[in-house]
């Protein structure tokens, strides 16, 4: 039944190796050795995890709509040897990230909140976008269960920005002319990180069980060597279980 669900994500969302932005590795330390530049911009590890997600996903129950859990949590659980199994491979996630200096977390999520209808530049989750750090490290993340991530190809993707309606209403709502503080208060708000489909685009999935590494933009590292992702617009009415870093 989980192979089966697992199958019909990665069919449903396009999940596909002929994928120019990629890299597709079998190791963690490959994952660690990948090094990105203006085409790839994401790493996978592979993997298939023979066990019980679903399992933990309703020992834990009706949890808060997102909620991050703590490994002892995870570990007093009643679960079955798979539901174990399971409990297992997130807490080597979840030690294999931390032993990188890094602060991983897993959350248990029913929904994310969202923008006003109204707003000339949604900026939450469900919109295509990169990530942004103040130094050099990585996004890291796992879906366990539920719908996963969505990428979407560099070159089949608009800076919100630099669509001529977009930028026009948005320098009215800014009140001034173009110039460095207008391009700040683009950053400032977050609004140079979102993306549109250009026509035709092609998207694809991050699949389920596969540890991802993907790139963000920071000083030494421009927005088009970044990573173009979202969140799943449709959670199929299940709950989303997700490690991030």
């Not at 750090?133 to 070159?155: E, F, I, K, R």
Request: hydrophobic content about 40%; some cysteine; glycine content about 6%.
């Amino acid at each position: 039944m989980v192979a089966t669900y697992v199958a019909f994500l990665m069919l449903r969302s396009g999940y596909q190796h002929a994928n120019p932005h990629v890299t597709y590795v079998s190791s963690f330390d490959d994952l660690l050795a990948v090094e990105f530049d203006e085409v790839v911009t994401a790493a996978c590890w592979e993997r298939t995890l023979d066990a019980d997600f679903e399992a933990v996903v309703k020992a834990l129950g009706e949890r808060a709509r997102s909620r991050e859990l703590e490994e002892a949590t995870l570990v007093d659980l009643a679960l079955s040897v798979g539901g174990k199994r399971a409990v297992e491979h997130v807490v080597s996630d979840l030690r294999r990230l931390t032993e990188l200096g890094l602060e991983p977390e897993l959350n248990l999520i029913r929904e994310y909140s969202r923008d006003a209808t109204a707003a000339v530049v949604a900026t939450d989750v469900y919109s295509f976008h990169v990530d942004r750090a103040p130094m050099g490290v990585d996004t890291w993340l796992c879906t366990y269960w539920g719908s996963p991530s969505q990428g979407l190809w560099n070159h089949h993707a608009v800076r919100r920005v630099d669509v001529p309606e977009t930028r026009a209403e948005l320098l009215r709502q800014y009140g001034g002319v173009e110039g460095p503080s207008f391009e700040a208060f683009l950053r400032d708000d977050h609004y140079d990180l979102h993306y549109v489909e250009t026509p035709n685009a092609e998207t694809w999935s991050f699949g389920v069980g596969h540890l991802w590494r993907v790139a963000t933009a920071w000083t030494e590292r421009p927005s088009r060597v970044a990573c173009i992702h979202r969140a799943p617009a449709d959670v199929l009415g299940q709950p989303r279980l997700l490690l991030i870093s």
